[in-house]
């Protein structure tokens, strides 16, 4: 069957796209393309989509990988979507909210598992911080997400999009921005421009911290009053005055920088002398 185009799909099913769900469909072939080729998807893979909207991204993706399982939210696309794709034997479609999704029983014995996903802006960061967070057997997330957050995710100390968010993927995973996506890309044409990221998720979290809770609320505190001083930030840490101003030395941070200053490193060595003495 010839692959249809966006728009004759939706007339053909007299299909109304929801805002509400995040529906920009993906009309630009390059991009499609790039998604694909930058996820390195192969015929071992098992790739795991969220929001097949029509089924444009997930057969580019049936074509190249082992199997292809994708987990749609709105009703109305499933009918439509085992139509398009019923040629494919190495499809499977889960009516689901992927936020409820327990991808452990997914992913099974499964042993190189990719998610690819052009996502619904307003699901990005909570999926994120779920895939990330939830210790799955993921080699790699290749996402098309709002350009602000990719390049949030992306950045370094001292750049003005860096922060707790980038510090909670970039301890978990590599990051790689593989291209920048304008809005005429997709049907309809979303406000926003945005950009294909890659996560390659590491073996090992980046820096070794002896308590991830005690370090990841220290990021947290750091960041949301950017402008105070890292002293401020955590002095109701928990301890006593003089002992949180020895971690600072002994972790040989000047308590009066600011948290977007540090590095990975830098909140792992105050974490763990901070840990040392709670
Ligand atoms: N993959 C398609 C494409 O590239 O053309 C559609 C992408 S569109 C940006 C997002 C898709 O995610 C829509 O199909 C939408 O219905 C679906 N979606 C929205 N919220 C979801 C959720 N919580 N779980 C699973 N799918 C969701």
Same mark, same amino acid.
């Given at each position: 069957?010839?692959?249809?185009?966006?728009?004759? /799909?939706?007339?053909?099913?007299?299909?109304?796209?929801?805002?509400?769900?995040?529906?920009?469909?993906?009309?630009?072939?390059?991009?499609? &393309?790039?998604?694909?080729?930058?996820?390195?998807?192969?015929?071992?893979?098992?790739?795991?989509?969220? $929001?097949?909207?029509?089924?444009?991204?997930?057969?580019?993706?049936?074509?190249?990988?082992?199997?292809?399982?994708?987990?749609?939210?709105? &009703?109305?696309?499933?009918?439509?979507?085992?139509?398009?794709? @019923?040629?494919?034997?190495?499809?499977?479609?889960?009516?689901?909210?992927? *936020?409820?999704?327990?991808?452990?029983?997914?992913?099974?014995?499964?042993?190189?598992?990719?998610?690819?996903?052009?996502?619904?802006?307003?699901?990005?960061?909570?999926?994120?911080?779920?895939? *990330?967070?939830? $210790?799955?057997?993921?080699?790699? +997330?290749?996402?098309?997400?709002?350009?602000?957050?990719?390049?949030?995710?992306?950045?370094?100390?001292?750049?003005?999009?860096?922060?707790?968010?980038?510090?909670?993927?970039?301890?978990?995973?590599?990051? @790689?921005?593989?291209?920048?996506?304008?809005?005429?890309?997709?049907?309809?044409?979303?406000?926003?421009? #945005?950009? /294909?990221?890659?996560?390659?998720?590491?073996?090992?979290?980046?820096?070794?911290?002896?308590?991830?809770?005690?370090?990841?609320?220290? /990021?947290?505190? #750091?960041?949301?009053?950017?402008?105070?001083?890292?002293?401020? #930030?955590?002095?109701?840490?928990?301890?006593?005055?003089?002992?949180?101003?020895?971690?600072?030395?002994?972790?040989?941070?000047?308590?009066?920088?600011?948290?977007?200053?540090?590095?990975?490193?830098?909140?792992? +060595?105050? #974490?763990?002398?901070?840990?040392?003495?709670?």
């Amino acid at each position: 069957m010839a692959d249809l185009t966006i728009s004759e /799909v939706s007339k053909k099913y007299e299909f109304r796209f929801k805002k509400g769900l995040g529906q920009n469909f993906l009309i630009d072939d390059s991009v499609l &393309d790039d998604v694909v080729d930058g996820a390195e998807v192969n015929e071992d893979d098992f790739v795991i989509e969220i $929001g097949p909207g029509f089924g444009t991204l997930t057969r580019a993706l049936l074509r190249r990988a082992k199997r292809v399982c994708a987990i749609e939210l709105d &009703d109305k696309l499933l009918p439509i979507l085992e139509d398009e794709l @019923k040629e494919f034997d190495n499809f499977e479609l889960i009516h689901n909210d992927a *936020l409820k999704i327990d991808f452990d029983e997914l992913i099974g014995d499964e042993k190189s598992v990719k998610l690819v996903a052009n996502l619904p802006y307003y699901l990005t960061t909570p999926i994120i911080v779920k895939l *990330l967070t939830g $210790g799955y057997n993921f080699k790699s +997330l290749t996402i098309m997400i709002q350009k602000e957050v990719a390049q949030r995710i992306d950045s370094e100390p001292n750049c003005k999009a860096y922060g707790a968010f980038s510090i909670l993927v970039q301890y978990y995973c590599d990051t @790689k921005i593989l291209r920048l996506v304008p809005p005429t890309a997709f049907l309809p044409e979303p406000k926003v421009e #945005s950009m /294909v990221i890659r996560l390659d998720r590491l073996k090992e979290p980046k820096v070794k911290v002896n308590d991830e809770a005690l370090f990841f609320s220290i /990021v947290r505190k #750091s960041f949301n009053m950017r402008r105070k001083i890292l002293w401020n #930030s955590v002095k109701d840490i928990g301890i006593p005055k003089e002992e949180l101003l020895k971690c600072f030395e002994k972790a040989n941070i000047d308590p009066k920088r600011r948290g977007e200053t540090l590095s990975l490193a830098e909140f792992a +060595l105050l #974490s763990d002398e901070i840990g040392f003495i709670k």
